[in-house]
């Protein structure tokens, strides 16, 4: 940080603008006394005698990368597994101490042995790749985030393992951490000549594609913030993202599955291997599953089991997940395999071998979202807010003293509102917030109401100097608010932002407040991350894109517009009826009646006029498109639509 910028911020954190008075302490990068003290204090209520979690995340370590840093083919980076190694160190003044050491346990990386013929690579990605040994190969499960991390794994497993050659890829669920590395382990050959069967739960294809399209732009924007993805790993900066330490930032591919789980107790034989299948939709993914392995006695339980408590509602934004069938499978995996198992696995994180251990950590995590739901909607029976269940809830300690269950991903107070807002959304009863000023206005309203900017300033000033970080970002940001130039304010929630990350457990908690740090002070020129790669772009469905340019429509762009088309795609055997009138996209079947104007051409093409920028000119010179009717009816649709440029972020803790 520069001298001048060091100077401001002292400035703009002084109690009272008057030049008599001492300026708050604060240096960016250091925590507060208040926040030692705050972290000290918390430090004494956490189980440290409990070592086992880090037991289970040593144990059949068999080797790493000689070379930590994942690159491109170009020699970009993509993933540095060190990056982390700060925390293999006494714990930093800036992180909270139980967050220190869960993010320790996280940066163990390599090639770990689960039971014999069964192993995973970890450390290497967010997520955990693992490896099946067949009776002539391997059965791979998700194959992690990007073709590069999944290749440096499957390099792992070929030098220390044996190179073997891949009979099945496994996809437990339908986020993209779990399957866009697959390229980097298998080809659309090797799927498409029968080598390698993909085998994934009902509704997989639907939801990992849909999921970035309607709200993508968005969720990406969010997403940035929920990993800290623009913050250095640091003891001052990114802290891990709770469930693995960092996101790659390489090539994310999808091969289609050939083959869909539909129901509980399906099984399959893959290459000599029995597998017994138990799908779970609407837990921790729209379509997800577990599976068995019964000549290991071994359980995979996906994402439904964690090293941490998850997210009900993960903060880059997702529909609510059900907390209730969430534990309720836990509930059926216990009745179904625990008395089976010896040794459960996971998608994130470490396993747990002994048939004790693995029904006690089922038990305990199922416990944990049970009283999650059961407590968060008893009190909003009894009239509490979700804010205010937020502040009260929490586990008790026979389960809050497991570290598996504490809120290094989701917490209950986030988690709480998510349960709420399943049943209730977001109005909170009250009238007065029916229909509230939206941020800018009431932000002006509670600035004059404190007596303009400088007194107001003085509130932000003064909870800071208190230790009361939240209120101080409150105030500040009401004041930014209101007029986004006032660089003393903006310091003052850079300020408070940063010391409440400091004292997070939760690693996304720390991200978002990182990020606001930095944003609150600049806001970045790169655009957001996406996962809308060409893979993903041609499993889309041309309903999903018509759904997709429904929410492109600018009504001020669509306005007296009146038209309706027919897209034919021969390759397909399918046709759309579209039409756009009051601002409204529609789209159906094709229903046989006469439109403006007809535009046959096969599904590529169409995805390419769409998202590869190609002009409808130059396909039809090329052969790929042919239209029939009037060309001006398809012009006006075309200029109705407002597709989503890649921008420079748009802001989010300032107007």
């Not at 330490?245 to 000599?272: H, K, Q, Y």
């Not at 940001?477 to 003393?488: L, R």
């Not at 096969?602 to 190609?614: N, R, S, V």
């Amino acid at each position: 940080m520069s001298r001048f910028l060091a100077a401001a911020l002292t400035a703009a954190l002084c109690v009272s603008c008057s030049s008599t008075e001492a300026p708050v302490s604060y240096e960016k990068g250091k925590a507060t006394a208040l926040t030692l003290a705050a972290n000290a204090a918390f430090s004494e209520t956490l189980p440290w005698s409990d070592t086992s979690e880090a037991d289970l995340a040593d144990r059949g370590f068999i080797a790493t990368l000689a070379d930590p840093v994942i690159r491109a083919a170009d020699g970009r980076v993509v993933f540095n597994a060190d990056a982390y190694s700060f925390a293999d160190g006494d714990p930093a003044d800036t992180m909270n101490p139980s967050l220190w050491r869960h993010l320790s346990l996280l940066n163990n990386h390599g090639l770990f042995e689960v039971v014999p013929g069964l192993w995973q690579v970890r450390g290497l990605d967010i997520s955990v790749m693992s490896i099946i040994e067949g009776e002539t190969g391997y059965i791979i499960v998700d194959p992690l985030t990007a073709t590069e991390t999944a290749a440096a794994a499957m390099g792992l497993v070929r030098e220390h393992i044996g190179d073997k050659p891949i009979h099945a890829v496994i996809y437990t669920h339908s986020h993209g951490d779990h399957f866009g590395g697959v390229k980097g382990i298998v080809s659309d050959a090797d799927v498409a000549e029968g080598r390698v069967q993909i085998i994934a739960p009902d509704g997989f294809m639907e939801h990992a594609v849909s999921e970035n399209l309607i709200a993508g732009p968005a969720m990406s924007r969010r997403a940035n913030y929920q990993f800290g993805t623009r913050l250095t790993p640091g003891p001052a900066g990114q802290g891990g993202a709770g469930i693995g330490t960092g996101l790659p930032s390489g090539s994310f591919s999808l091969i289609a599955p050939t083959r869909t789980i539909v129901e509980t107790g399906e099984i399959l034989v893959i290459d000599g291997i029995e597998i017994e299948f138990q799908v779970t939709p609407g837990t921790e993914a729209p379509a997800e599953m577990n599976f068995y392995l019964p000549h290991l006695r071994a359980l995979c339980l996906a994402e439904n089991a964690n090293p941490t408590m998850h997210n009900v509602l993960p903060p880059r934004g997702a529909l609510v997940r059900d907390s209730k069938a969430w534990a309720d499978y836990l509930t059926e995996a216990i009745h179904l395999y625990g008395p089976r198992t010896d040794v459960m696995f996971v998608s994130h994180g470490w396993p747990r071998w002994g048939q004790a251990e693995v029904i006690t950590f089922m038990a305990s995590h199922r416990d944990a979202y049970k009283y999650l739901h059961d407590q968060t909607v008893r009190l909003m029976n009894q009239g509490y807010t979700a804010p205010e269940i937020a502040e009260v809830i929490a586990l008790p300690p026979e389960l809050a003293s497991k570290w598996y269950n504490r809120g290094y991903y989701g917490t209950m107070a986030h988690n709480s509102k998510a349960v709420y807002q399943r049943y209730l959304g977001w109005y909170d009863g009250n009238p007065a917030n029916l229909n509230a000023h939206p941020p800018e206005e009431s932000a002006k309203r509670y600035v004059a109401a404190m007596g303009g900017a400088k007194k107001a300033l003085k509130v932000a000033r003064d909870a800071y100097a208190e230790g009361d970080y939240r209120w101080a970002a409150q105030v500040a940001s009401h004041i930014v608010f209101a007029d986004d130039a006032n660089a003393d304010a903006r310091a003052v929630l850079s300020a408070a932002f940063e010391q409440l990350g400091f004292q997070a457990e939760g690693s996304l908690w720390r991200n978002m407040y990182l990020t606001g740090a930095a944003e609150a002070l600049a806001l970045p020129e790169a655009a957001s991350v996406t996962t809308l790669s060409p893979d993903v772009v041609s499993a889309i469905t041309v309903e999903q894109v018509f759904d997709m340019l429904a929410i492109w429509v600018d009504p001020a762009k669509a306005a007296g517009v009146s038209v309706s088309l027919a897209f034919v795609f021969p390759d397909l055997g399918e046709t759309r009826a579209v039409s756009i009138r009051n601002s409204v996209l529609v789209h159906e079947p094709g229903t046989g009646k006469p439109a403006d104007v007809t535009m046959t051409m096969p599904k590529a093409a169409f995805l390419g006029m769409i998202f590869g920028g190609q002009k409808a000119a130059d396909l039809v010179q090329a052969g790929a498109l042919k239209m029939e009717g009037d060309p001006l009816a398809a012009a006006g649709f075309m200029a109705a639509l407002d597709p989503p440029a890649p921008p420079a972020p748009f802001p989010i803790v300032t107007p």
